[in-house]
């Protein structure tokens, strides 16, 4: 959702806290209310720190989840056989406390989630104290207990009670006439008019009633938090009543700049020259923190890089003996091996797990080469261990001349490799690419032969060759061995030659977007078969067309994203594919604002922009407390920047998958909406491995603008997944002013 607002107002759309001002508040609040219930058990307390929590929970760095669980067990445990609770353990059941209890465990049933087990227990509880406060309904309004006297303060909490359980004003006779009555209080015992006002606009935003002079009274409040005598408690009361209307917007974000100020002096709750009673510190500082933690973002989730899992996870999968196997039970494979290797190249420069499986592999070869001699033919295990000795670099000279005449001796005539069932394709492209991994020549005659050899035999695709006495033939034609022949033959064929094999790969694609080995078979014009897709498969597809210009990758990868590995041949490809994928993790404004001032940052500018650099720093330093370097910007290195430069200086994708941006002569296009480049200030927020980065980009004659910007301080306060400042120079000098800067944030 996108908001277009003054730059003014700019507080309105950014104060999402964002978290580096009100990140260390929420922190400090929540580490004051979650053991708040040692310094008042009391029901009302209890009930507001718990919803203080749920409001909280994921927005702070800390598991909130045990405190959570401990004080909705309280509040279970304490709940009379009436339905009802008391002011404190073992007192008679009230509208009041229970009606606060009621709110609590709403919002705790939600924190849960629908379809758990704490949600459907809690719903209950929660239900049967509604009932609680139903029954306890005089006709006008409710008293503390039932059958007393109508007043303001239980019925103000019972009508927040009951619309955290459903129900509404348009609906209920019962919540009609607590209006009524709510309306008619002008003043009441213990509460300033402040407080009354708020406490009823809470409770009317609970059961969906929206007085006629809504604005009007809204605007009250925020005179009144303009007054400086105002109490905290009126203050947090009138601060949180405002956002649950308003979201986040100037009034709002001054307000709480308010409490924060109120906060740094008193570290530990919210306390100012109106000193608070001991049994209202509680509920004051649960009412302050429920105003941060509404206006805060979720912290983003870590995401994990799947390349840098992916290379641990198959590390894991090697088998004592060094090698690899298609499944966990199975023995080592050599070409599962060859695989897993040289994707384990890519994960590390150097790995115990390489060495490893290098040693399992040389110690194989002699045993692999009998094999293959007293066969009398080409046998696969032999030719993966002589790919993955060459790949490494583990033959000798003498070996390689070694093995080149042993596979050349297995031939069944010129350019052919074959076994009982005659020369084959796979054993013949087998050959090529062992032959071609011990450094053969490509012109050697064999290779030529071979290649012209399997060129000849089919047009599009291979399988098993079948050859006799009077004609010979492709039997069938499948994928695997087609990959194989296409791995042997790219590098030493023309793409042209390829091609027609290629298009035969390509419609052998199943809808999913993987390729099975055979894609159907038919009888009679009847599909009898359908092939499954195999991710092993898919992927040495997409890395053979690659290089010869088809562009699969992106689809490969957004495939493999949505299929589970069959076997560790999956694990080991998926592995080496995903070292081809740049990892670009999401981010949003809060991810970089939040380290402000708890990391190191580099404010980096392009050549001529240091003047506005110097302010920026200055501004970034005195609202964070921070102090960060300044430089020349040469590229992204290592660790956290600030990036003041043009459009067209960096590729914004390469650290934000969620932003395209597209610049010409005149306009930018961001996320597909155009703006006018000679006005724009656009600021996106990127990530990387080694840290997080704020690019501020603009035209340098829009430098007057961005110092603006900084020095308004509102950088303190930016949220969502990019910000656009526009500026309008309405009195032509050339300068912004705040009231010519307006702002649209993404996300």
């Not at 493999?560 to 592995?575: F, G, P, R, V, Y």
């Not at 603006?708 to 120079?729: M, P, Q």
Request: glycine share 6%; net charge negative.
């Amino acid at each position: 959702m996108r908001r277009a607002l003054s730059l003014l107002f700019i507080a309105m759309l950014l104060l999402p806290y964002a978290n580096v001002t009100a990140k260390p508040v929420l922190e400090s609040a929540v580490d004051f209310i979650k053991d708040s219930k040692s310094i008042s058990n009391e029901t009302k307390s209890v009930s507001l720190a718990l919803m203080a929590m749920v409001e909280s929970a994921g927005k702070v760095e800390e598991d909130l989840s045990p405190y959570i669980d401990e004080y909705v067990d309280f509040l279970l445990e304490n709940q009379n056989p009436d339905d009802g609770w008391g002011y404190s353990p073992g007192q008679s059941s009230d509208v009041l406390d229970t009606s606060y209890a009621v709110v609590a465990l709403s919002k705790a049933a939600e924190y849960y989630g629908y379809g758990t087990s704490q949600h459907t227990s809690l719903r209950i509880v929660a239900d049967r104290g509604a009932k609680f406060i139903k029954n306890a309904f005089n006709g006008e309004a409710w008293g503390y207990t039932p059958n007393t006297k109508s007043e303001f303060y239980p019925t103000v909490i019972a009508l927040w009670a009951l619309g955290n359980r459903g129900y509404s004003w348009e609906s209920s006779y019962m919540l009609k006439r607590g209006v009524s009555f709510l309306e008619s209080i002008k003043s009441y015992p213990g509460f300033t008019s402040t407080e009354i006002e708020a406490l009823r606009l809470i409770a009317y935003k609970s059961i969906k009633y929206t007085p006629a002079d809504i604005e009007k009274r809204l605007a009250s409040l925020k005179d009144s938090l303009d007054k400086s005598s105002l109490s905290t408690k009126e203050r947090v009361l009138a601060t949180y009543t405002l956002i649950l209307y308003e979201g986040v917007s100037f009034d709002a974000a001054k307000a709480l700049l308010t409490l924060e100020d109120i906060k740094k002096e008193n570290p530990t709750y919210w306390e100012n020259n109106l000193p608070l009673r001991d049994r209202e510190i509680v509920p004051v500082s649960s009412y302050a923190t429920l105003g941060f933690a509404l206006v805060a973002e979720k912290l983003s989730e870590r995401e994990e890089n799947p390349f840098q899992s992916s290379c641990e996870e198959l590390k894991s999968k090697q088998n004592e003996d060094g090698g690899w196997s298609y499944m966990i039970v199975s023995p080592s494979s050599e070409k599962v091996t060859y695989y897993a290797l040289k994707s384990l190249k890519k994960c590390y420069f150097r790995d115990v797990s390489i060495d490893k499986g290098l040693e399992w592999t040389s110690a194989r070869l002699s045993t692999l080469k009998e094999i293959s001699e007293k066969q009398k033919e080409l046998y696969g295990p032999y030719v993966y261990a002589i790919l993955t000795l060459a790949e490494f670099n583990m033959l000798s000279d003498e070996q390689k001349e070694e093995n080149i005449e042993f596979i050349k001796s297995l031939k069944m005539e010129d350019g052919k490799w074959g076994s009982f069932l005659g020369p084959q394709p796979f054993d013949t492209a087998l050959a090529i690419r062992a032959l071609l991994a011990l450094g053969l020549s490509p012109e050697d005659s064999d290779i030529q032969k071979a290649k012209k050899w399997l060129l000849s035999v089919s047009k599009e695709g291979w399988g098993i060759f079948l050859r006799t006495k009077y004609y010979e033939y492709m039997v069938t034609q499948d994928v695997s061995t087609t990959l194989e022949v296409l791995e042997a033959l790219a590098p030493i064929s023309t793409k042209e030659e390829l091609e027609p094999h290629i298009e035969w790969l390509l419609k052998q694609r199943n809808e999913d977007g993987g390729w099975p080995d055979i894609k159907e078979n038919t009888l009679g014009g009847v599909v009898i078969y359908r092939g499954e897709s195999h991710m092993d498969l898919t992927i040495r597809v997409e890395e053979l067309l690659e290089p010869l210009g088809y562009n699969l990758r992106d689809e490969v990868f957004n495939w493999i994203q949505t299929h589970e590995e069959e076997n560790i041949l999956d694990s080991a490809l998926k592995t080496g594919f995903l070292s081809q994928i740049k990892f670009v993790p999401k981010v949003v404004l809060y991810d970089v604002i939040r380290l402000i001032g708890e990391e190191n940052f580099t404010l980096a500018y392009a050549p001529g922009r240091r003047g506005t650099a110097e302010v920026a720093k200055e501004a970034v330093d005195n609202f964070f407390d921070a102090n960060i370097t300044l430089e020349e910007f040469k590229g992204i290195n290592d660790g956290n920047y600030i990036v003041l430069t043009d459009y067209n200086d960096v590729n914004i994708s390469d650290y934000n998958p969620d932003i395209t941006l597209k610049v010409n002569d005149s306009n930018i296009v961001l996320n597909e909406k155009t703006y006018d480049k000679g006005k724009t200030i656009v600021l996106v927020p990127g990530k990387y491995e080694k840290g997080v980065i704020l690019f501020v980009l603009y035209p340098e004659d829009m430098k007057s603008a961005v110092e603006t910007f900084f020095n308004s301080g509102l950088i303190k306060y930016l949220k969502g997944k990019a910000l656009v400042i526009k500026f309008e120079d309405k009195n032509n000098d050339g300068i912004a002013s705040l009231e010519e800067l307006s702002a649209e944030v993404m996300g």
